[in-house]
């Protein structure tokens, strides 16, 4: 009854928290642990692939929510050493409704990939456009 789910990302964390958590936890799951192979999201795609504005994405609303005097500033929420970022994702993690959850850093995200940083677009997750 104890589930471990692999997730690529989240973007809004909608279809998430209603969809497949909800019918995890209905079918008698007792623990439901969330791992996603990327960092929080947070700045939409700028290539309008996935979410058209920051307001949509989960990251954001739990920064906003936490402190929004402070959402301009997002550089603590970037760093996972920081308090910032696990208090965001802790309200996430509160929002999906999961046991627990935790993401790969940026670098582990890009080493799993297996290509040098260089080659990729990682806007999404940092603000870079490299």
């Not at 997730?7 to 642990?33: C, Y």
């Not at 290509?115 to 999404?124: A, E, G, K, Q, V």
Request: charged fraction near 25%; proline fraction near 4%; hydrophobic fraction near 40%.
């Amino acid at each position: 009854n104890r589930i471990v789910l692999c997730e690529d990302s989240i973007v809004r964390g909608t279809q998430l928290r209603n969809l497949t958590l909800v019918k995890l936890w209905d079918a008698g799951a007792t623990e439901v642990h969330v791992r996603v192979a990327c960092p929080p999201l947070m700045f939409p795609c700028i290539y309008n692939l996935s979410t058209r504005s920051a307001d949509e994405l989960a990251a954001r609303r739990a920064i906003r929510d936490l402190d929004a005097e402070d959402a301009g500033d997002l550089t603590p929420c970037l760093d996972e050493s920081t308090r910032q970022y696990r208090d965001m994702v802790e309200w996430i993690r509160r929002d999906i409704k999961a046991t627990s959850l935790s993401y790969l850093t940026l670098e582990e995200m890009v080493g799993a990939i297996g290509l040098p940083h260089s080659d990729l677009c990682t806007y999404c997750w940092n603000g870079c456009r490299d």
